[in-house]
């Protein structure tokens, strides 16, 4: 959540950037008191109390209780509106509702083919945020802002890379195009940056300062957080971890390379590799049938959490993150899959980087996109102050 630009160091420009304290501390900690929110901001009480008051007027925040202006509990109000996450997967949209303090209120998810053009998946989009929305009371409903996520590298041009497996999406400017459609800012980010976001706020990754959020989908995504912040490289595509080359004269990979991580472990390739056994079966049904003993499908898997051990162990020994969270559909196998991550980053990683990184599945499942999508919606929220 941010606030309306203002010259730097002007008096305006310190408001709005104790405004956006006053806001986060009540996200991350809310409902607090008045008094808690001066200590986690080292705000003057003057100075939260005079934010608070205008932040009410204004209908985004509520008060409630307590002895004295301090005493009383501030929270959002119910009724100040709500963000959307929009999360485009290989095969899939799902809508999120969130409210100010980014809790997600409703979800859904509809199935969208692969090759659909961009316009026809913004247009499911809308009509699930809309059958959401209806769900919601009426003041409630006033939307403020919109996070979109897509299975493509965005670069720093704001265009959906050539690297995207939505065909559809290629070469299109993915914020206006969806700020146009839902009528409200629109900010885009990679699905793996809006996972690795997710479970750093809310889920496996809290209380680290730097992790990889790993996602294991169709294809194979990385997010980063270094020092508290997703990072994205000056390129605006970093992350690419799926494309990193585990065997030069591997199988060809949908980039053009050969034998990258994504050409072994991605589900799309788990698909293919399971294929003399059976065609025609989802990611989902193979990681049941692997979990369920099937012996062809947990050599795959088991496999899979090897080679993507190897590729953790360039990220671990570079980056050095406290932890690394496997998510995706793939990743819904669990210590089946990341117990051969753990074996691959012993095998490759420096000896005292593999004692203290942990591997985790994640906490939010094969959910973190689209929780983070809704946490990406509150940036764009432009607070009426
Ligand atoms: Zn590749």
């Given at each position: 959540m941010s606030v309306s630009p203002a010259a730097p160091g002007s008096t305006a420009a310190l408001r709005l950037a104790n405004v956006d304290r006053v806001v986060r501390a009540l996200r991350s900690g809310?409902?607090?008191t008045q008094a808690e929110v001066s200590r986690t901001t080292e705000l003057a009480p003057a100075t939260v109390s005079n934010i608070v008051k205008s932040l009410v007027a204004a209908g985004v925040l509520q008060t409630s209780g307590g002895a004295g202006r301090r005493g009383a509990t501030v929270e959002f109000a119910e009724t100040a509106g709500v963000v959307a996450g929009v999360d485009f997967g290989h095969s899939h949209v799902q809508v999120g509702l969130g409210d100010l303090s980014g809790r997600v209120l409703a979800s859904r998810q509809v199935p969208l083919a692969h090759d659909h053009r961009y316009d026809d998946g913004l247009g499911v989009a809308l009509e699930l945020l809309a059958e959401l929305s209806n769900g919601l009371p009426g003041p409630a409903r006033s939307l403020h802002g919109v996070g979109l996520g897509l299975p493509a590298p965005i670069g720093t041009t704001g265009l959906v890379d050539a690297g995207s497996i939505l065909p559809g999406w290629i070469g299109v400017d993915a914020a206006a195009v969806a700020g146009e459609a839902f009528g409200v800012t629109t900010i885009v980010d990679n699905d793996a940056n809006l996972g690795a976001l997710a479970e750093f706020t809310v889920g496996a990754g809290v209380g680290t300062h730097s992790m990889a959020y790993i996602k294991v989908a169709s294809g194979v995504g990385c997010g980063l957080v270094l020092d508290g912040r997703v990072y994205r490289g000056g390129l605006g595509t970093?992350?690419?971890?799926?494309?990193?080359?585990?065997?030069?004269?591997?199988p060809l990979c949908r980039c053009g390379?050969?034998?990258?991580l994504e050409a072994y472990v991605g589900g799309s390739s788990l698909i293919q590799q399971y294929a003399p056994v059976?065609?025609?079966?989802g990611v989902p049904e193979l990681i049941d049938r692997a979990l369920d003993g099937d012996v062809g499908a947990r050599r795959l898997v088991e496999d899979a959490g090897r080679h993507l051990g190897h590729a953790v162990s360039l990220v671990a020994n570079l980056l050095a993150p406290e932890a690394v969270v496997v998510g995706g559909e793939v990743g819904v196998a669990g210590d089946l899959l990341l117990d051969a991550v753990r074996e691959g980053l012993r095998r490759h990683a420096l000896e005292n980087v593999v004692g203290r990184i942990r591997v985790v599945p994640a906490a939010?499942?094969?959910?973190s996109s689209a929780v983070g999508a809704v946490l990406l919606g509150l940036e764009a929220v432009r607070l009426p102050i």
């Open positions: 809310g409902p607090l970093a992350g690419e971890l799926g494309h990193v080359t585990i065997d030069e004269s591997g390379n050969r034998g990258c059976q065609t025609d079966i939010l499942g094969t959910e």
